[in-house]
Structures are given as C-alpha cells and as structure tokens.
C-alpha cells in the first residue's frame, strides 16, 4: 500500500493573520494565478497529484494531471486532500483580545468575539468574516497566547468534558456552574442562586460541560484545515477555479481561497477511522498499579499523536500493558494504519504488539521502540466480525511505552 499522506488537523499552532487588502491589489484566485498541486489519498490506499479542476460531493472530484488530462475521482473514495504549494504560516505572538474557539466536533477558529447571547457566540476570523457557533456544542474557548501550551499544564483540556460549565481566571481563580448567556462582553455564570458576569478582560479560559459525540459521523462530513491553524466542518463542498465554498451544517457558508487551504479529510466514506469507533472491551493491565487509559487522536498523555516529528491526526493511543477489541461484524475489507512509539516516550520504551483478527494472532511486530518509523500494517479483514490489539511489556517493563496506532483506519466494502 502507498504510504497515507497525513496531516495535523487539531493542534497546529495558530498564526496571525490579517484581513486580505481591499481594492487592485487584494489577492485573488485566478487562472493566472500559480498552479496549486494537491496530493489526494482515495480508499485504495493510492495517492494522486494534480490540480483540482472542480469537486462536489455529488458529482465527485476531479483531478488534473500535468498532462492536463482529467480524473474523476468519486467522493466517497476521498479519504484526505494535502495542499502540497502551502506551508503552514509561522506562528508570531497573538494579539491581546484574540482568543481560540473550539467545538465538541472538531471546529477550531481563532478571532475576536463579536457577538452572541442565550443560544449562539459569534467570532470574527481575519479571513474567514464571522462565524457562529452554537453554545451546545462548544467545547472550549481560550486566549489565543494558551493555544500552543503542552497539554500536561492544562490537563482539564485533554480529560473528559467536566459535569459543570467552567471558566478560570487570568488571576488564577477558577469558578463552576451554568454558563447562560456568552457574547462580546464577557460570560454569565449561574452559580446556584447567584449569577456572576466575567468581561473578557478577565478571562483566562472556559471550559463547557457539553458532552462530545460517540461513534463515527452520522454523515459524511469534511473537515477542513487552514493554513493558519483553523479548522472548519462542512456537509456539503463547492471548488471551482481554485475558490472553495464550504457549507456548515445549520449555518452560513464559508468561501476562501484554495490557497488557504492546507488539507481536508473526509470523514464518513469509505474509510472509518478506528479512533471513531467505539471498542467492545478495553483492557488495562498495570505492571505496577497504575492503569493507562486509551485515547482517540491523541498519545496516552494526551499530547498530539507525533512519530518521527511527523504530526497525525487520527489515531489511537495506547500503553503498555493493554488490549483493546472492535466488533465488526464483517462489514470492511481492509484495515491499514502504522504502528510506533510517540515522541513523548523515550529510550526506554519497548513493547510488542499483536493483532488479532477473530481471535488468530495475524501480525506480531516485537521490540517496538522510541525512534524507530512506524511498522505499516495492511490486512485483508473480509469477513472477519472481531479486531483485537494486544499491546504487550518489552525489556523495559512498562516505562515510556507510549504507543501510538497512526491513522488507524478500516476500508469499507
């Protein structure tokens, strides 16, 4: 199989950003302009080059080779689309009264906030214009100077969403209850009896106690990554002459240039990420006593799934000692991923792991250690009903062996 391009969808760091200039000089997408060239993984595990001609969900993406001859590619066989003209813009220092605004299902902008109420925040993005969210199904908003923190400093922001809405302050203080009303002058908190209202300018950070959705997409959906750090979800894509037109479900649409876009995934064809779905039965087995959990896109710690200084954004991760099993009742026929030590483990990091395919062990890879690249895994899965990963002790008992499952995916039929 093609090595799958991947790409950080989550966790690149923002980059200011300003508003394009008005008038003859604004830059414009035209056919004048520079070819942009995009690397386009499909279900089969192949990667094509060219330059996008034209792509709608319900007539399929077409792709145009340096020979200037076209291929439609449908969009169910889309797994992921890299820009590969763009770089990600360096990130500089944030701007006092910028903040990151996230979502339980993956949305990610940064911006100021322009407005909202009872129902809705809205944030004005540089390049984007405003943007509405929903209140329930925010997940966080934060400064846009904590955006690039390492996760240990803040652990609330990698554990499972909290029983009460949460905002901290830039003194340190911390306060819980009912978030009620969030809009350009700050956040009202229901505290029992006694509502409290927070100015931005106070404001440190807000965590909201919206539960995240389980399983995989209802629908497909694509998840689009911006050269800056955003990240937007789409139902339904327009791109024509290099400009892309990306419908949010229930709200406004977006347009922007091609070239602001650094990659899309397309969630909910062919391909399911492992990550997506729920396991049957987990198992932590501790060398000692303590028990490592399993994560979905992110390592064990809950930093960014990174190998080889390579970011991914779909994954699992996992520790030693651990099994982990998926019912799958024979609906796929492929299961593809690669398997490595994150970054964040070290020298003494040594496991071995075993897949299981209805219980007959069909791969083993021992001594999976820091540093080495990823062990590639392609399997034919028709027919099999149960997936089982057995995550086992190395040399090393169970120091550092944070293990990662990269972009993890099983093809359906």
């Known amino acids: 199989m093609t090595p799958a391009l991947h790409i950080l969808f989550s966790t690149l760091p923002f980059a200011p950003v300003t508003a394009p200039p008005d008038g003859p000089d604004a830059p414009t997408a035209t056919a004048s302009s520079p070819a942009l060239r995009w690397t386009v993984l499909t279900a089969d595990g192949a990667n094509r080059t060219g330059r996008i001609a034209t792509w709608r969900l319900d007539a399929g993406l077409s792709l145009r080779d340096d020979a200037g001859s076209e291929q439609l590619i449908a969009s169910d066989s889309v797994v992921r689309l890299t ?5 990600t813009r360096s990130p500089g220092a944030a701007a006092d009264g910028e903040w990151i605004v996230e979502s339980i299902d993956g949305e990610r902008v940064g911006g100021t906030i322009s407005g909202g109420g009872e129902t809705t925040l809205s944030i004005r993005h540089p390049r984007l214009g405003e943007l509405s969210f929903s209140l329930d199904r925010l997940a966080r908003i934060e400064r846009a ?47 029992g009896r006694r509502r409290q209202e927070f100015p931005w300018s106070v404001l440190r950070r807000v965590r909201l106690a919206n539960p995240e959705p389980k399983g995989p997409p209802a629908a497909r959906r694509m998840v689009l990554a911006c050269a800056d750090g955003a990240v937007l979800i789409g139902e339904e894509i327009d791109w024509r002459d290099d400009r892309v037109r990306l419908t949010r479900a229930g709200r406004a649409g977006v347009t922007l240039n091609a070239s602001d876009v650094r990659a899309i995934r397309v969630d909910g064809g062919r391909w399911c990420w492992l990550s997506d779905l729920p396991p049957a039965k987990f198992e932590a087995t501790p060398f000692m006593d303590l028990r490592w959990p399993m994560r979905r896109d992110r390592n064990v710690v809950g930093g960014p799934l990174v190998c080889g200084g390579e970011p991914w954004d779909k994954g699992v991760g996992l520790h030693s000692a651990a099994r982990v099993t998926w019912t799958l009742e024979g609906r796929y026929e492929r299961l593809a991923m690669r398997v490595g030590i994150d970054d964040s483990g070290g020298r003494w990091s040594d496991v071995d792991v075993e897949i299981r395919l209805d219980g007959r062990a069909v791969t083993r890879f021992e001594h999976v250690r820091w540093g080495e690249p990823p062990r590639p895994v392609d399997l034919d899965m028709s027919g099999v009903r149960e997936l089982t990963i057995v995550i086992g002790f190395g040399d090393h008992g169970d120091l550092q062996d944070r293990v990662n499952l990269l972009d993890a995916a099983l093809v359906r039929r």
């Open 145 to 191: 100077d904590l955006a690039a923190r390492d996760p240990a400093d803040d652990r609330d922001a990698d554990e499972a969403p909290p029983s009460e809405d949460q905002v901290w302050l830039r003194n340190g203080d911390h306060s819980a209850g009912i978030i009620d009303r969030l809009d350009e002058r700050g956040v009202s908190l229901q505290t």
């Open 83 to 87: 820009n590969a003209t763009v770089g």
